[in-house]
């Protein structure tokens, strides 16, 4: 059974002289969690009647008599919501609007002369209507009510977020929330109506009075007759919003509530509150609609009852004080117990350090645990679940969605080698996918270009060109000026063809040919592919037989090696083998040597060099080179044995780089 | 004839009205507020625009002393001095994009000598603001073929336009056909329609298309659908078409069409404005139809989209509080109230459309400037 958490409110002898407010308002105090608080104010006459006990009042809850108690009003601490709208521009329509010092000065005088009526265990907070609900202060004491700094105003109103805003605030136990709002009676731009306020009042603690500033609606109007009859200004010129006004009340002369009205008015009665509206010519003040509400409520008195039958629903409240028939006891029709809420979701298992699941790999991205996410993807047995999964399950990160297409790069490459079609497929169907989402709306920009890189790092190394050719081009076309993508499209249109003319080995054609000529020179004019570009143009001529063409694009280039240690070993090792070809057997053996020194470990330069020394006779040595090649570790990585990779030794790097940017 | 004399009479007095001169304490000298832009001192001259109460003197000032500035340090810096003056320009009008930009004065009923009866059509007057843009996008035509930086001016200048709220200086007059009591202006000539000038500058542009569409969107709806339509495979405005026609589906009661819009512009983009108002929509969609489970899981996608919108938390608050999960609601809205910096509601600024981009796009103008 749901625990009844319940408020009542009721209140007694609320007269007005200025003010005609659409029904007494009575204070109304915070429940606790079985207790249901009721605010009861008595008068005789105009006076308000003290010395009550708890056993004067008889109160029915759904026409069942309660057991109450009850307390002195006066002795609550209270917690004061002001709401000023500050929506619209103060001077009219076509006028400048006046200095913000002038508009947060008047704000802030209106604000103080409230706070200096409350004690010093009341606190108070500051809201504002505008285009935005803006928090001007949040709840502190009165006494130390920093000065308004910083206000936007001049929008357009959000009155009915602003209310409802004010009214969702939880209220400690011992504590009163009362809520005194001051509108000019419009919305246009609230996310919610008027009706869902009216149901949150219905269930809220607070007790919420609002004025509506008919005056300045009515000056507002009236300037806006006289510019269209004399100046012939009848127009708006913001045409976009419409109908984006909703209004209070009508106009005048006797600014009837509009159904909006009528239903914020039904929410602010049901609080224990009203909707005051102007008499004659006066507009009620912020000031003037407090010190009412706090005269009343300060004289009045708390009961307390638990409920008898704390069903689901409306309950109908009656309050009265049987020994005296003269005594008028003014309440709150009823209150509202909400009903059982839906169970929620268990909390979610403490996250798991073992990466089992894709929440799990998620979870661990999100700790930036990316080389457990890279070890764990590439293990996974079915990548095409996994990435399926992933699809189906939407993008974990809404607020950073970088984030998602920097996973998808983990979850991608097991799919993309994958021997399996389907698995490509997906793969291959998640990229093209994803090349849409990673677009910024204006213009290409740094994640893109990284995730295309480090798309291409993997799609090359796959070694599948027809599918890397596809992406080269969206690469290329967002980023024509980028040489990594150059050398890309040049390593597919190379790894077309990966034989070798000898012993009659047909070649791969000329229109092959010319193609791989020239997207690799086209590379060797950009600093960044140059010394790439010229390594496997080099290696392509010498496919194709034509060593003396290959070997100047073979000479040393320390800077390049500086940076490239694999491409620096590549080109000493290709001059070798070119050497080899144009019968230079000492200066071959002698490039081998170099390529050894770059990476010492690496086992084609020695196969290369023990080759070398068994063609000049050096049996001996070839076979000591041979044993030394055997005895060598395996974990050392010989660029040679990615050399038809492409740039896939990059994909690491490029990875790194998209998730820092999508960080 | 006195039906012309009237007429003349009214539009020179109209004229008069938009180009009376200001406060002399309006009066900014150009040149130096141009030289400090010039050298990267941008906060100084915004704050000294902050201050401007009236946008006339300045733009007289533009169009009187702008062009001898931007010759005056000869031609090495022409293009670099025309942005910095038509950038300036464009802090200007941005400065004013929250005030009216023009006024639409209806004219009294005339009597012909003949005794026959005339109505005229409403005079158009511009304020200064978007003449300001005018100047400055006057400036860059002067360029047969357009700079690339062009293009970001151009943005921007159509991100301040759309501030502004008024559909009129992009697309013309849109009450054309509605007559005078509905606000139809006669001096068509006047009319700007800057997306006229800047489609045929940047005919492949798609924010200048979709901004068609936008302008076009409460006025003319049968004209913002095929836009919206059109733009739907685009890979960069196709998730925003497809969610503001999916608000204009929903405006006009389809709501099957409004969601089936929403859910499908979700899947088109990443774009979190776009994205969040997508399943800010949804949810109100869902909420309409009485189908509070969706609606609700909607709004918590749109605050997940942008943590403590307004819109969203509360639209989701609401219906946390009112099926008895108080705590959660108050949770939401007290963490919403403090948010700070507040975030930028896509809801408050959908009208605003790519007033979003302004912090990137003047990024790009000022580093073009200081380069």
């Given at each position: ?23 007494p308002?009575?204070?109304?105090f915070?429940s606790?969690v ?7 104010i ?16 008889v ?7 309660q ?13 004061l919501?002001?709401?000023v ?20 000065a008047?704000?802030?005088r209106?604000?103080r ?9 009341d ?5 504002a209507?505008?285009?935005q ?5 949040p ?13 936007p105003?001049d ?5 009915f ?7 969702l ?14 509108s ?16 949150i009042?219905?269930?809220s603690?607070a007790?919420l ?24 200004l ?5 045409e ?19 159904p ?6 039904e ?6 509150g ?30 307390r ?8 629903g409306w ?31 268990p ?15 998620i ?11 890279t070890s764990?993807?590439?293990a ?23 984030r ?6 983990d ?23 994803f090349?849409?989402?990673v ?19 993997m ?15 969206r ?10 993508f150059?050398?890309s ?21 000329d229109?092959?040919t010319?193609l ?21 143009l ?17 000479v040393?280039?320390?800077a390049?090696?500086?940076?490239d240690?694999?491409?620096?070993y ?26 050894i020194?770059?990476?010492p ?17 050096a ?5 000591a080179?041979?044993?030394?090649i055997?005895?060598?570790p ?5 660029p040679?044995w990615?050399y038809?990779?492409g740039?896939?030794r ?6 790194t ?6 960080r | ?8 009479v ?13 406060a002399?304490?309006?009066?900014i ?10 050298a ?8 000294q625009?902050?201050s ?16 001898a ?7 090495a810096?022409r293009?670099?001095r025309?942005?910095?003056?038509a ?5 200007a009008?941005?400065?004013?994009a ?16 003949n ?8 005079v ?6 978007p003449?300001?843009?005018?100047w ?37 007059d ?11 202006i006669?001096?068509l000539?006047?009319e ?5 000038h ?24 049968e004209?913002?659908v095929?836009?919206?339509?059109a ?14 026609l999916?608000a204009?589906?929903m405006r ?5 069409d ?5 859910e499908k ?10 994205v ?17 489970q969706?609606?609700?899981a909607?709004?918590r ?6 943590p403590h919108?307004?819109s ?20 939401l ?7 700070d ?25 000022r580093?073009?400037?200081?380069k």
């Open positions: 059974m749901t625990r009844a958490r319940a408020v009542l409110a009721a209140v007694v002898g609320w007269t007005s002289l200025a003010l005609h407010a659409q029904t308002a009575p204070p109304q915070k606790g079985d207790t249901v608080v009721v605010d009861v008595v008068r005789d006459g105009g006076r308000p009647v003290t010395g009550l006990r708890a056993e004067d009042f109160v029915t809850d759904n026409g069942v008599r057991r109450v108690s009850s307390v002195d009003a006066a002795s609550v601490p209270i917690d919501t002001m709401v709208d500050v929506s619209g521009n103060p001077r009219g329509p076509w006028q400048d609007p006046p200095d913000s010092a002038a508009v947060m008047a704000v802030d209106e604000v002369e409230v706070a200096r009526s409350l004690r010093a265990e606190r108070v907070r500051i809201l209507i505008d285009r609900v803006v928090q001007l202060s709840f502190r004491p009165a006494a130390s009510l920093p000065p308004i700094t910083r206000m105003f929008g357009l109103p959000s009155l977020d602003t209310l409802a805003a004010a009214l605030h939880g209220t400690e136990p011992a504590r009163r929330h009362v809520v005194v709002a001051r000019k009676g419009l919305d246009s731009l609230s996310a919610l109506d008027a009706g869902t306020v009216k149901a009042a219905e269930r603690d007790l009075h609002i004025s509506v500033m008919e005056t300045s609606l009515d000056n507002e109007e009236a300037f806006s007759a006289f510019q269209c009859r004399f100046m012939g009848c127009w708006p010129t913001r976009f919003w419409v109908p984006s006004r909703r209004r209070l009340i009508g106009g005048l002369p006797r600014h009837p509530l509009l909006d009205g009528q239903l914020i008015a929410g602010a009665q049901a609080t224990g009203a909707l005051h509206q102007a008499s004659l010519l006066t507009t009620p003040s912020l000031t003037g609609v407090f010190r009412r509400t706090m005269d009343e409520y300060r004289n009045g008195y708390v009961l009852f638990v409920p008898e039958k704390p069903a689901p309950h109908e409240l009656t309050v009265r004080v049987p020994s005296n028939s003269r005594y008028q006891v003014r309440a709150r029709p009823g209150y509202f117990i909400e009903a059982p809420p839906t169970p929620s979701t909390p979610a298992a403490p996250a798991s350090t073992e990466i089992r699941t894709l929440d799990d790999l979870q661990a991205f999100e700790r930036m645990e990316y080389s457990r996410v764990s993807a590439r996974e047995r079915d990548p095409l679940g996994h990435l399926r999964a992933f699809e189906a399950r939407g993008n974990p990160w809404p607020a950073a969605p970088r998602e297409a920097a996973l998808l790069l979850l991608v490459e097991p799919a993309l080698f994958s021997s399996k079609d389907d698995a490509r497929s997906a793969a291959y169907a998640s990229l093209d996918r090349s849409r989402l677009r910024d709306p204006l213009a290409p920009d740094v994640f893109e270009r990284y995730w295309y890189f480090a798309v291409l790092t799609l090359e190394g796959t070694i599948r060109p027809g599918a890397t050719e596809v992406f080269v081009k690469a290329r076309d967002r980023f024509p000026d980028e040489p990594r150059l050398l499209e040049a390593i597919a249109a190379d790894q077309r063809w990966t034989g070798r003319v000898t012993g009659g080995a047909a070649g791969p054609g229109a092959h010319e791989v000529r020239r997207l690799y020179g086209e590379a060797l004019a950009h600093r960044e592919t140059a010394a790439e570009a010229r390594v496997r080099a290696w392509f001529l010498h496919r194709l037989g034509k060593d003396d063409e290959a070997l100047p694009l073979l040393d280039d320390v390049a090696a500086a940076n240690t694999s491409i620096a590549l080109r000493a090792l290709f001059r070798g083998h070119v050497l080899t070809g144009l019968q230079r057997p000492a200066e071959a053996e002698a490039a081998f040597r170099a390529a020194s770059i990476h470990s690496s086992q084609s330069a020695r196969v290369a060099l023990m080759n070398a020394r068994l063609l000049s006779g049996r001996q040595e070839a076979e080179l041979a044993e030394e055997q005895k060598e395996r974990a050392a990585l010989d040679w990615t038809w990779q740039q896939y990059f994909a690491a790097q490029a990875m780089r998209v998730r820092e940017i999508a | 004839m006195i039906l012309s004399r009237t007429l003349t009214l539009l020179v007095t109209a004229a008069w009205i938009a180009a009376r001169p200001a002399t304490s309006d009066a000298p150009l040149g130096p507020l141009l030289d400090r832009y010039a990267g001192n941008f906060t100084d001259v915004e704050r625009l902050a401007t109460k009236t946008f006339g003197p300045l733009l007289e000032a533009f169009r009187r002393d702008a062009p500035w931007i010759d005056a340090a000869g031609a810096d293009d670099r025309q942005l910095v003056a950038t300036v320009a464009l802090e009008a941005r400065m004013g929250s005030r009216e930009w023009k006024w639409i004065q209806l004219q009294p009923p005339m009597v012909a000598e005794g026959e009866r005339y109505e005229p059509l409403n158009l007057v511009w304020r200064a603001p003449l300001l843009i005018e400055g996008c006057e400036l860059f035509r002067r360029d047969s073929t357009p700079r690339p930086i062009e293009r970001w001016w151009q943005l921007a200048a159509l991100s301040v336009a759309q501030r502004s709220e008024d559909p009129q200086f992009l697309v013309g849109v009450q054309i056909g509605r007559g005078r009591q509905a606000g139809e006669g001096n000539q006047d700007i329609k800057h997306l006229d800047v489609g045929k500058r940047f005919p492949a542009e798609v924010r200048f298309t979709l901004a068609e569409g936008i302008a076009r969107d409460r006025h003319w709806p004209d913002a095929k836009v919206y339509r733009l739907e495979p685009d890979p960069d405005a196709g998730g925003e078409a497809t969610m503001r999916g204009m589906q006009q009661r389809r709501l099957p409004a969601i089936r819009a929403f512009a979700d899947t088109l983009t990443r774009d979190p404005y776009v969040y108002l997508a399943r800010f929509f949804l949810g109100q969609a869902h909420e309409r139809q009485g189908q509070m969706d609606a609700e909607a709004f996608g749109a605050a997940n989209a942008i919108a307004q969203a938390t509360l639209s989701l608050a609401a219906i946390l509080f009112r099926t008895g999960r108080r705590a959660d609601a108050h949770t809205v007290s963490g919403m109230l403090a948010a910096p507040q975030p930028r509601d896509p809801w408050r600024s959908f009208v605003h459309a790519d007033d979003r981009f302004w912090p990137h796009l003047l990024g790009r103008l580093a073009e400037i200081t």
